[in-house]
């Protein structure tokens, strides 16, 4: 079973496939049929070896550019401050941010073009960020730390947000209110028990975790931890009602086989 | 070819219905009585029972089919191999993959990882508590952690195999929690400088501070506390194990189940400054034992690493070290042995929540949560003189309402009332001489590595000792952590390195 997934870059129309399983499969369902594309791609990776080769490849590939995006704006940090490298890695990663004392958020664009007047708000930290959708990861917030000011950060559908992210987001226990993980498909609890070091948190968001089974018990487990953190996104018998359609099947099974 | 034949043999009996048109062919063949006119028929159907037959050995003997001409014993490892690694454990698996990822040419080192048990009931890995921390007081232990932990952030990288599942290590982060008494207070304040001058994340706490952080603790006799913030909890060892063996079997390395029952050796003498002789040995042949049968296959060498965790000694005795005359060099065994831990699973309702860390307290009882529906798995290493028997994995349950009950509800009032829902029991590869890792060449045996003792902490340090090893073995040195400290230097010159904080 293989997953296919396009790169579209701006311009030229270029594919780039990958057969590596990523962490969505688990929330797909298995009657889903594959593609034909990826069926052709996985036929051939199992008969030929160049093409096996070709896949490693790509994989390796996606994974120098994650790194390449999350790196450590050392220079920037260098010459325009702690606040200025935060932002312009936010930017870069094309997410957006509000610094304190300022009311407008500073986007890039659907092409991916900014304006460059966040360079001249040196002195303010970083207050508000979104980086929903992109490929942040637990190294890229080598460059958020020096925001001890955050108060919201929103990483709805962060595809690369994983426990590891969560263990490093003790750095904004002082401050920081809003989390939004909605989305995110690669967290799990083992990532969601290291949150109880946001005593500040107000507002957290867990919709739709693939990777967690027992949401309803997750949260429960959580106001207990966080009481003052309002979670929102999940109900209190989400989890709970799989479990007894389990049971009643098990039940009809078993009486089946018994009689 | 054999298809054409297969064809050709098809189409005889197809011929034969044609001279006989009233003989059916899905009829089942039956010798019948036949007349002299009718000679050449059964002439042509006995060529097709034979041709039939000639078929089916046919297709039996391609590839393909588990028939051979000679009986070979399945499983057996291959007649030569660059390294052998002995013991099919984390620590061993871990050396296979970074051999085959550090190799400079496709196939360059053939690598055979030798385990005694196919099943893994008694390998320490599987029966580890899997937790991972970096509150040692060694610089070097420090490192170790540090470097693992960076792993198996990026397992996924390290390990992935295309077209197969993700790692899933079911990592819980959520630290560790030493508590020292008066006594202990100093000493941590100097682990904790050491621990962050490496490069752990790490934080003191005042008493006051552990009871707003966790209520459920009772604080009497906390002096000073020390909590992991990143990069520690525990995780799965049974995925980690197969995730390494995984990712080398795709990467070359071959797999014998079987035991290591000898060593060839040949041995050449030097004389020394004072002109003793000293004897060296140098491993040729690594006799390994099929399961359940008496039959061993010499496997040609030219190095062997000796990982087999808390058999370790064992295997080290067969290789000759240890027995040499008294008061020489030849007469220090490896000092590995093993010693039986006990993990029991309770279940307490009212237990700590989701913020519970591994609580590791002075008194040396541990405790941390399983999974969410109020199961917390505790132990608690014995004294010296209260070691319990290895000849078996049989738990004591005594143990746990003498020894660690008492301990566990005075720390966390919550666990007066709780069950015992399970035990089991596992070894230690417990290192006698100062219960840290042995890693690197043994002096004697001018082939023979060792990356075993780690009294505990084989599984956390496994990523990067097994890296540490393959520099060793491949570059002839230590390229990214220096760990020459812990080689066997330390214990033929009598210097322990004494690690502070057991568990």
Redesign the interface.
């Known amino acids: 079973m293989?997953l296919y997934r396009t790169v579209q870059l701006s311009g030229c129309a270029r594919m780039c496939v990958s057969?590596?399983?990523?962490?969505s499969?688990v929330a797909r369902s298995p009657s889903t049929p594959l593609p034909l594309r990826s069926k052709l791609l996985?036929f051939l990776?199992?008969h030929f070896y160049d093409v096996?080769q070709l896949?490693?490849w790509s994989?390796w590939l996606r994974?120098w550019t994650l790194r390449r995006k999350n790196t450590f704006y050392s220079y920037t940090q260098e010459q325009y401050g702690n606040n200025v490298a935060a932002a312009f890695y936010i930017l870069s990663l094309k997410g957006g941010f509000r610094f304190s004392g300022q009311s407008e958020w500073f986007r890039p664009n659907e092409k991916g073009k900014f304006s460059w007047d966040f360079v001249n708000f040196q002195e303010h930290p970083i207050e508000e960020v979104d980086v929903s959708g992109t490929v942040i990861n637990?190294t890229g917030l080598d460059n958020l730390v020096s925001q001890k000011n955050l108060r919201t950060l929103s990483l709805r559908g962060c595809r690369e947000v994983d426990?590891?992210f969560?263990?490093?987001l003790?750095i904004f226990q002082e401050s920081l209110e809003e989390l939004n993980l909605s989305g995110c498909p690669r967290i799990?609890?083992?990532?969601?028990?290291?949150l109880?070091?946001l005593r500040k948190l107000r507002k957290l968001d867990l919709s739709s975790l693939p990777r967690v089974q027992?949401p309803g018990?997750?949260r429960i487990?959580?106001e207990?931890?966080l009481p003052h953190c309002h979670i929102t996104g999940v109900e209190y018998d989400e989890g709970l009602q799989a479990f007894q359609e389990e049971k009643d099947s098990e039940a009809l099974s078993s009486t089946g086989t018994g009689a | 070819m054999w298809r054409a034949w297969k064809g050709l043999t098809g189409t005889i009996p197809s011929l034969i219905t044609g001279l006989n048109p009233s003989r059916l062919s899905l009829q089942p063949r039956v010798v019948r009585v036949v007349h002299k006119t009718r000679a050449y028929s059964s002439f042509f159907r006995e060529l097709e029972a034979q041709l039939a037959a000639m078929r089916k050995h046919a297709v039996r003997a391609m590839p393909g089919s588990d028939w051979q001409p000679l009986e070979i014993t399945p499983g057996l490892p291959p007649e030569r191999a660059d390294v052998v690694i002995v013991g099919g454990g984390v620590v061993g698996w871990s050396v296979a993959y970074w051999l085959k990822r550090k190799e400079r040419i496709r196939d360059g080192v053939r690598v055979l990882v030798v385990e005694k048990d196919p099943t893994y009931s008694q390998a320490s890995t599987v029966l580890s508590v899997g937790g991972i921390r970096q509150q040692f007081s060694l610089p070097e232990n420090i490192h170790l952690s540090l470097a693992s932990a960076e792993f198996l952030r990026s397992i996924n990288e390290h390990l992935g195999v295309l077209n197969e599942d993700p790692v899933d290590l079911q990592f819980n982060h959520s630290g560790y929690l030493f508590i020292a008494s008066e006594k202990g207070a100093g000493i941590m304040e100097e682990n904790y400088r050491t621990q962050r001058y490496a490069g752990a994340k790490v934080t003191l706490l005042s008493p006051a501070q552990v009871k707003e952080k966790f209520p459920w603790l009772n604080t009497e006799g906390v002096a000073l506390a020390s909590y992991g913030l990143e990069n520690e909890g525990w995780f799965d060892p049974w995925s980690l194990l197969n995730a390494l063996r995984r990712k080398a079997i795709s990467m070359g390395v071959y797999q014998c189940f079987g035991e290591v029952t000898g060593f060839r050796y040949s041995t050449h003498s030097m004389p020394t400054d004072d002109s003793h002789q000293m004897s060296f040995k140098r491993i040729r042949y690594v006799n390994v034992r099929m399961p359940n049968s008496l039959e061993y296959q010499p496997v040609e060498c030219a190095i062997v690493v000796n990982a087999a965790g808390a058999h370790s000694g064992k295997v080290a005795d067969l290789a000759g070290i240890g027995s040499g005359p008294k008061d020489t060099l030849a007469a220090v065994p490896v000092p590995v042995e093993p010693r039986k831990r006990y993990v029991y699973v309770l279940h307490c309702p009212d237990g700590p929540g989701l913020d519970t860390p591994f609580l590791i307290d002075y008194s040396g009882v541990y405790c941390r949560r399983e999974g969410l529906g109020g199961n917390y798995i505790a132990g608690l290493s014995p004294e010296e003189e209260e070691e319990p028997d290895t000849r078996d994995l049989e738990v004591d349950y005594n143990f746990f309402q003498d020894r660690i009950w008492p301990l566990l509800a005075h720390r966390v009032p919550a666990f007066e009332c709780t069950k015992v829902a399970s035990a089991w029991a596992g070894y230690y590869d417990y290192n006698t001489f100062d219960q840290n890792c042995i890693l690197g060449l043994h002096p004697l045996v001018n082939n023979m590595y060792f990356a075993t003792g780690f009294s505990g902490h084989g599984l956390q340090q496994s990523p990067a000792a097994g890296r540490a090893l393959a520099e060793l073995i491949l570059d002839g040195g230590f390229r990214t952590l220096d760990l020459s400290a812990l080689g066997f230097e330390r214990i033929f010159h009598q210097e322990p390195v004494l690690e502070r904080s057991i568990v």
Do not use: K
């Open positions: 293989a057969v590596a399983r990523p962490y499969t996985f990776s199992q096996e896949l490693s994989s994974n637990c426990d590891w969560l263990s490093r003790h799990s609890v083992g990532g969601l028990c290291a109880h070091h027992n018990l997750v487990l959580l207990e931890v």
